[in-house]
């Protein structure tokens, strides 16, 4: 049996039984005792699937970014804290596709379809998203690599739904496109902490040394991305207000 759920497994020595939880940045967490037959982990999700869309959802619940928006929860202005960017956001059903103006009277993003089709337009806007994260993320990723001479083999970004990043076995790192988000500090801790695991593809006290090496304040960080979620608006999510 294949449950198609993403997860991290840990093993405890301290565990008795085999348990579920969800982490702010991590996602799932299944946590197994030693010697707990791994063929059973697909059975247990998907006896708790219910429990695992609620947990993950709660991780996502819409904050009010005190931005602009159209009455449907649609934004009139996108600001990345992350950069510190800032874009007005235009609804042209009469246009033939997006586009992007830079002016004197700053950034637009332009959508060819009415803001009242908030389905269609907030499909239009994670589309630039995306867009935006790949070109924004990918390089402060590489910047921060050259600088811990943490090399990594790939990268790239998706809208995640609960996993703010992810590093592969084979050093593919992939970035939450809502890390553009965060405030900066946080947004480079989440890259920190991905590169450390192109060195240690664990938690253990090897890791995390790493990671304080390279972010004397991770534990303070740590702390903050528990409420990582609140920076995100509802319509990235999908909670509308």
């Known amino acids: 049996m294949s449950s198609g759920i993403a997860y991290t497994l840990k093993v405890s020595r301290r565990s008795k039984h085999a348990r579920l939880k969800m982490v702010p940045h991590e996602g799932l967490v299944v946590v197994v005792p030693e010697g707990y037959d791994r063929k059973q982990i697909p059975v247990l999700l998907h006896r708790y699937a219910a429990w695992i869309e ?73 589309l630039w998203l995306r867009k935006r994260a790949a070109a924004i993320l990918v390089p402060m990723l590489e910047e921060q690599s050259e600088a811990f001479g943490l090399r990594y083999a790939s990268a790239g970004v998706r809208l995640q739904k609960s996993r703010w990043g ?68 509802g319509w990235v999510t999908g909670h509308y207000l």
């Open 166 to 233: 992810s590093c592969s076995t084979r050093g593919r790192i992939t970035l939450n496109t809502k890390l553009l988000f965060l405030p900066p500090e946080l947004a480079r801790y989440i890259m920190t902490h991905e590169l450390c695991h192109t060195a240690e593809m664990n938690h253990s006290d090897s890791f995390w040394r790493l990671v304080e090496r390279h972010d004397p304040l991770f534990r303070q960080h740590d702390r903050a991305m528990r409420d990582g979620w609140k920076y995100v608006p």
């Open 54 to 126: 609620r947990a993950a959802s709660r991780l996502e619940r819409p904050q009010p970014d005190g931005k602009p928006a159209l009455p449907n929860g649609l934004p009139c202005l996108v600001g990345f804290r992350s950069t510190g960017e800032e874009w007005q956001v235009e609804y042209d059903p009469s246009r033939r596709r997006s586009a992007e103006r830079n002016g004197a009277g700053g950034s637009s993003i332009l959508l060819p379809v009415d803001g009242s089709e908030r389905d269609a337009a907030r499909d239009l806007l994670l």
